[in-house]
């Protein structure tokens, strides 16, 4: 089982993460895209990489702007699983804007 991040210690690990928010119980990140088409390869792009590392975000989309919202669902709260996620998704964003 996934080991739950104190407060303090999702806090910290959110400061090299600024495009995201949240606290213990989930973070999330909200990315606005140039077209619908970009969006979907997005979270396409994601996807491929939530089966990977067999951990998936909960995803949002709406036209042009993609939510994606991580916690280790099996706990309720956020571990180093979503945080490693998490900077993965934000590498793949880099990619596709």
């Known amino acids: 089982m996934a080991d739950v991040l104190t407060a303090e210690a999702v806090r910290d690990e959110l400061s090299g993460l600024p495009a ?40 949002d989309i709406r036209w042009r702007t993609v939510t994606f919202r991580c916690v280790t669902h099996s706990v309720g709260c956020v571990t180093r699983r979503d945080l490693d996620l998490a900077r993965r998704i934000d590498g793949i964003v880099g990619e596709v804007r």
């Open 20 to 59: 995201w928010s949240g606290d213990q119980a989930g973070i999330t990140r909200t990315v606005e895209l140039a077209s619908f088409p970009d969006a979907i390869t997005l979270v396409d792009r994601v996807a491929v990489v939530a089966e990977e590392l067999d951990h998936h975000p909960d995803i």
